[in-house]
């Protein structure tokens, strides 16, 4: 009677737990990966959730120089970058990187819209960095 017991109990116990581990990543603003925890019961909430006033700041910066980047995701070969509130005494430059950082394309901002070919990339998820005066913008953009 206790062996009918006792396995299932014993049985549930050390395996009850494999299906509710796994691993949780942490990743900072720009989108690397910071931590790597292993979650069993997966129940925690995020001690360290993305800061508000960083995002905010963000947003920000993008509203106040009027910055938008479309289509997002994109099948085309251009992409449009347009700065409503360009000013040619600020240099503004864009560059194009990949996952790893890497500068693949370099474009100058010489108006309020202009059109980024990036029909030499593959597809995939690529960042552009903004630099408009000492300011730094990055967007995050798919190609399909």
Known sequence: ?????LIPLFLFLCFGNIQAQKIQYSYDNAGNRISRMLCIGCRTINPNPPSTTEINKAEELAAKNGVHVFPNPSAGNTLTLTLD???SEEKTVCYLLNTEGK?????????TSNQLDVADVG???YFIKIYV???????KIMKY
């Open 133 to 139: 005066g000492k300011e730094e913008l990055f967007y």
């Open 85 to 87: 509130k360009y000013n």
């Open 103 to 111: 500068t693949l394309k370099t474009f100058n901002i010489t108006g």
């Open 1 to 5: 009677m206790y062996k009918l017991i």
């Open 123 to 125: 597809a995939g998820t």
